[in-house]
Every structure is written in structure tokens, then in C-alpha cells.
């Protein structure tokens, strides 16, 4: 009896798989019925010609149909395994098959049956021979090439995972296609006219089985358009959502911000100007702002968000000022009591080590994390700096009005969730300012942060010089090294960044850069905690997790041994100092400071330093292994230096002679901004990485056609439409029950 197959069904009950093999699906979270369907191929093998053995040339990928004629094995004592020969004919000729170590054929390919077979035509002493081929049995099925899986089609390739082949995907794919009955399509069939998609039924089959490339293409334009509607979707209803939630609305003083200003020690660049006012303008409405804040490293966001958040606290309200590391709370923190040294209303600063209080001119004191605690939560305490501590369980707002995040793509969507959550009244929620110096591509500003309002500064402040930039290979080390001896002569400073050693984990990554997977390899010793114990639960973490406590330890043996390099043979008479993530806290901020003070000449370090830290004096980042580093990371690092008067340069050391690796760091050379680098970063690295694994649970199809202008356009467009037409979805059942799921998978809530 066939029964009716849900979409729903555990895979456990289905025909043909088996608790065992459901186990190992379950592993790569595939579960149900759907999450097998939805497991797409990533490419396709074309093997719909069946060629006749009489025509075969040495060298030729084919398939081949006939007879076998005779089969024996034997083993073969020099190469230790098993040999499987057959004699394959087809009335045009006839040609050898062979297979090693797959004892278990001698039971499937027997004398008189006929076989579709695949594989390379090489030649042997015994002849011409279809090496190893990918066997399809035709005679005991009754197949008509409809039904072919293996061989004699164009057959699909799935991502290969250990214990996973594509073989048994096909195998239970293909009939529970035939069988899964008729489903119904979550797109609206206007939609699907509009925008010239086939529906769902015969874009699973095609994705999976197709009779033509064009029909397997037509199926992922359709299944990536699905995507970037849902998410457009997502991120309009985010909209209507937020504008019907309450926030604080705060009283903006315009004259008073003006003498602010005039106070400050220089002043705002234009774009500096704009963004305040933008932000301010959120600030009076009484619904959560969600902005963003994008400019170049060194553009000077910190102190617009400063300024902005004056405008809260003036009303007593508080706010929380998250950053990625200590080093860099520790820098606000700092720059914040340095400007507005008379500031008497509570600020105090948050990490995993530092607690500490400033009241004013020279009241500032460590206190007990307890104590903080405390005086955040009585609103004693107005503006507070600090890293992932700030949304940690035993962290409560009296009155939190205003969260900004910076280096917002080093948080994940629940972190970032979490510190709104943290408001002890409960009924109005923070306005919300992300800030980040990745420039985001336009097409990933509409679609993956479509719910975001954007304020741009694109200049930097006045006086900053173009940094130098040149590639440096192993001939020229000496010279390169020579450079910074006469630099230090000069009084200027150096940062000297460490990549990774590793060995497994970027090796082998599809594109061939060798770059590592792991988004930037972070030194807080906060943002590991909560990396580890907030697993987002995606594949990628589980995987990452293994690797990063690895990743980790090698990083700081590259360190070490950089440094011993340096202090000892390069330079023994500079004062070379090291910084790890491994440091106890106390230690990495003396050495900041030190360094910053000009007490230290040479800093090496992990990409720590990658994130805000400001030391104007320092005029050369020398980047060893740069070919291991995401370009938008290379130019993160090269933002540290360039902020003083001083000539700046940047050497990107690598010893790769390979073209790509070239050629992609080039484009830090030629990039006229970091709008340009990122559109390049994007297209080299893809969506996924350029965001870092924490930022999204966005299906890989949708990350790919972010990069489709078009197809991003009329996502967008048809999103629009619908919910215009209808706001609730209630015409419209499955997509606002697919919507939802999505959603959920998305904001990983
Ligand atoms: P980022 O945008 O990378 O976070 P920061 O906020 O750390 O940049 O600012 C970099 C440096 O530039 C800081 O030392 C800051 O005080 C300084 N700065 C900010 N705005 C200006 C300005 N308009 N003119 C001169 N210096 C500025
Ligand atoms: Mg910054």
C-alpha cells in the first residue's frame, strides 16, 4: 500500500532508510522528509549520452551500455585487494571493466545482465578498460532512462560529507520524488507568473533530476528567489514590527549638542555631521530605532555614537556600549573619560576583568564586578562600556534606552538580541545603533540587513595620508626589515600581525585561497566564552568548534615564535613586545598602553589589534601569511595605521608565488575605498564568509543570489506586493507558515 509521504515525516519511517542510515542523515541535519528534498545538489554531472563501446577513445569520460559478457575476481597480492574484471559488449565492440576493493559487486555484477556503466576509457595491457566506473543495472528494473539515477542522465553531485555519498542521495531521493504526491507550492502562483518561475513540484524534480542543465538552473533560480522573498519578507515585517513597539523618545536639545561640539578637540568631519543627525532624529521618535552605522576604519564612529548617546543620558536613561574585545572597551572607555572628563552622572566599564567606575575629574575607581552590577542596575550608573559581559544572565538595566553595538559583525543575532533584552522595564526597547567599518555591498544592505536603517561616513578626518601598500615576497624581507629599522630610528612604531599556523583547517577550502573558514580569529577571551557556550547550533559550529580551540593554540604559537624571531635575531636592540589571546587581561591592556605610550617600537600580535585599537604614532602594519586573511580583514588591519601626521605603510608579507593569492591581494593595493574592496571580498569569498558564520542562518542559495542584482530586486519587489496587498499573509496560509519557520531559522530565535 503507498502511503502518503509528508513533507513533515521523520525519515526514520520512511521505505528504503532505516534508523541506522536516519542516524547518519540525522547528523547532517537532515531529518525529515523536507530537509532531504531541500538538500540540493551543488552541481551536475552530465552523463545523458550513452556512448557505443566501438567508438571509444583513450582518455573519455563516457557511459557506456551493454552486456556482461563473462566476470571474475581475484585478488591482487602486490597491491593487496580485490579485482573485479568484466567483460562489457554492446554489438559494437566490447570493453574491459574494472573495479578494486568493492568485493561485494561479485554478487551484483553478474554474466547476462545489462549495466549502464560511467567512468574514465583508459588503456592496459589487457586492452581498453573503463576504469572504475559508476555502475547502473537496466535489465532486472525495467528502467527507461526516466528512472536512471546513476548513469545514462544528467545526474546530480551533492556536497560530499563523509558518510554521505551522492550515491544514497540519489537512492532515496529519486522515489520519493515519484512518491511524495502532489505539494502545494508556498510562492503564490501570481508570483510565480510575474516572475517566470516554475512551481514548486517541478522545481524539486528538476533540481535533483534534471533532463537539462537549463531545467536544473531554472529550478535554483526558482528555489534562491524563494529565499530572497522569504527574507525580504522577514525583513519587512521586522519593519512594521519595530514601528509598532515602543521606545524611548528623547528630547534633542539642538543647541545644546552644538556647544557640545564646539568643545570637542576637532571637528566632525561632514559625514560625521550627517550621521549624528540622522541618529539623533531616530532618537526623538518613540519607536526602536535599528541603524546602522558603516565607515572605514579610523572614520571616527565611536565619538558620533558618543555624542548621540549624551542626548539619552541627559534624561537618565542609560546606555550600553558593546564591543567585541577588552582592548578595545578598555579604548572607549578611555577615550570617553578623556573627552568628557567632567562627566558626573556614572559611567563605568564591563569585561570579563575590569570593573571600574568614573564619576567626574579623578573620581574613578576599580570596583568589585558585583558592585557594578549593582550600579547598573539601580541606574546609578548611566553609560557603561563593556564586552559580552553585558549580556550575561545577572546584568540588568534599570532603564536601558540606547544600545550601541560596535564591530557589530562580530556579534551574533542572539547576542545582539539579548542586550536589548536586558531592560528591566520590559515595555519600551532600546533604540539600537550597529556599527561597523565593513563596508556592506548594496545588494547584502538590501536583502541580509534589509531591516536596517543605514547612516554612512564616507571621508575620514582631515590630515590623514594614503597608506603605502606593497606586496612583500621572502627575497625581500631584509630590505622590508631594514625599513622598519629605520622607521623606529624615527621615533615611529610597528605592528607585526600573526596569521595562524594551520595546518587543517583552511587547507582545503573550496576556492583554493587557503584562507582560514573561521571568521576573525578573535583574542577576547569573553567572545570565545560566549562563542562557545551560545552555539548557534548550525553545522558550521559544531565543526569550528573542534577547530577553534586548535586555531587558537596556533595562533599563539605563531606569536611566540615571531616574536622570538624578532626580539632576539631581527632586532635584539628594539623593544619588541608580544600580544596573545591567551594574555591575562591585565596583561594585553598594559601592553596597549605601553604601546601607545611609545614604550614599546614593535608590537606582534594576533589579529587582536584587528578591531579599533588607535595608536597614531604607529606608522607600519606588517602582515605576515597575508595570503591567510580575508581582504576586508587585510584592510581592517591596515586601518590601525595612517592615523597620525606620519607617512604610513603596510607590507603584506606572503611567500605564496600563486597568482589568485596575488592578484586578490593587489586589490588592497587598488581598492580607491572600502565600498570597492568589499563588493571584491565578496566576490571572491562569497556571502557567507564575508559575514562571518554568526551572522546569519541564511540558506546557502540565498547567500549566492544576494550576489544577483536582479534576482534581489525582484525578491524585493514581490515581497512588497504581497504584503501591501495583504499585511497578515491570512490569504495566503503555507507562505505565512513557511514565513514563519524561515524567519525562526534566520534569527536563530
Ligand atoms: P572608527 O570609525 O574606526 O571606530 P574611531 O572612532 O576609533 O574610528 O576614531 C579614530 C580616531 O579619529 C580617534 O582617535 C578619534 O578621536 C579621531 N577622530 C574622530 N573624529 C575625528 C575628526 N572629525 N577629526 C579628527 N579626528 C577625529
Ligand atoms: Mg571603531
Known sequence: ???????????????????????????????????????????????????????????????????????????????????????????????????????????????GITVNLAGKIIETKGGLTISHPIHEIITSLKKDAGDLRHTGRIVPVYPETRGLTSKMLRFLIQPLLKNIGSLEDPLPEEILKSSNLPDLETSLQAIHFPETLRQAQAAQKRFAFEDLFFLQLVNFRQRLRLAREKAYSAEIDLEEIKEMLKKLPFELTRSQKKSLWEILRDLKKSHPMNRLLQGDVGSGKTIVAILAALSIIKDNKQVAFMVPTEVLAQQHYNTFKKIFSGFNKGAGIITSSIAKVFYGDGLESDIKKSEIIKKIKNGEIKIVFGTHSLIQKYIKFSSLAFAVIDEQHRFGVRQRADLLKNNKSGIEIPHLLSMSATPIPRTLTLTVFGDLDLSIIDELPKGRKEIITKI??????????????????????????????????????????????????????????????????????????????????????????????????????????????????????????????????????????????????????????????????????????????????????????????????????????????????????????????????????????????????????????????????????????????????????
Open 472 to 749: 612583500v615576497s621572502p627575497l625581500n624581507r631584509d630590505k622590508a626589515y631594514a625599513f622598519i629599522r629605520d622607521q623606529v630610528k624615527k621615533g615611529r612604531q610597528i605592528f607585526v600581525i600573526c596569521p595562524r599556523i594551520d595546518a587543517d583547517s583552511s587547507a582545503n577550502l573550496p576556492d583554493g585561497t587557503g584562507r582560514s573558514s573561521a571568521p576573525a580569529a578573535d583574542d577576547d577571551l569573553d567572545s570565545r566564552a560566549t562563542d562557545f557556550s551560545l552555539s548557534l547550533g548550525d553545522q558550521a559550529r559544531w565543526r569550528s568548534e573542534t577547530f577553534r580551540a586548535a586555531d587558537w593554540r596556533s595562533e599563539i604559537k605563531a606569536v611566540k615564535e615571531e616574536y622570538e624571531k624578532l626580539s632576539q635575531k631581527i632586532f635584539p636592540d628594539l623593544k619588541v613586545a608580544m600580544l596573545h589571546g591567551k594574555m591575562k587581561a591585565k596583561e594585553k591592556t598594559e601592553i596597549m598602553k605601553k604601546f601607545k605610550d611609545g614604550e614599546i617600537d614593535i608590537l606582534v600580535s594576533t589579529s587582536v589589534v584587528e578591531v579599533g585599537v588607535d595608536v597614531p604614532n604607529a606608522t607600519i602594519m606588517m602582515i605576515e601569511g597575508s595570503d591567510k586573511f580575508g581582504l576586508a580583514q587585510l584592510y581592517q588591519f591596515r586601518g590601525r595605521v595612517g592615523r597620525g601626521e606620519h607617512q604610513s605603510f603596510c607590507f603584506l608579507f606572503t611567500d605564496s608565488s600563486s597568482q589568485t593569492t596575488r592578484k586578490r591581494l593587489h586589490s588592497l593595493i587598488e581598492a580607491k575605498n572600502g565600498f570597492e574592496l568589499a563588493e571584491k571580498d565578496l566576490a571572491i569569498r562569497g556571502p557567507g564568509e564575508f559575514l562571518g558564520e554568526s551572522q546569519t542562518g541564511i540558506p546557502d542559495l540565498a547567500m549566492k543570489a544576494v550576489q544577483n542584482p536582479e534576482l534581489v530586486k525582484s525578491g524585493r519587489e514581490a515581497a512588497e506586493m504581497i504584503l501591501k496587498k495583504d499585511p497578515e499573509l491570512k490569504n495566503y496560509p503555507l507562505l505565512k507558515k513557511r514565513l514563519d519557520s524561515f524567519e525562526k531559522k534566520v534569527h536563530l530565535e
Open 1 to 111: 500500500m503507498p502511503r502518503v509521504i509528508n513533507l513533515n515525516d521523520s525519515l526514520e519511517n520512511l521505505y528504503g532508510v532505516g534508523p541506522k542510515f536516519a542516524e547518519r542523515l540525522g547528523k547532517f541535519s537532515i531529518k525529515t522528509v523536507m530537509d532531504l528534498l531541500w538538500h540540493f545538489p551543488f552541481r551536475y554531472e552530465d552523463f545523458s549520452n550513452i556512448s557505443k563501446i566501438g567508438d571509444l577513445k583513450i582518455g573519455q569520460h563516457a557511459v557506456i551500455r551493454g552486456e556482461i559478457v563473462s566476470v571474475k575476481m581475484w585478488k591482487s597480492w602486490k597491491k593487496r585487494m580485490f579485482v573485479i574484471e568484466a567483460l562489457v559488449s554492446d554489438g559494437s565492440g566490447s570493453i574491459r571493466a574494472v573495479w578494486f576493493n568493492q568485493r561485494f559487486l561479485i554478487t551484483v555484477i553478474k554474466k
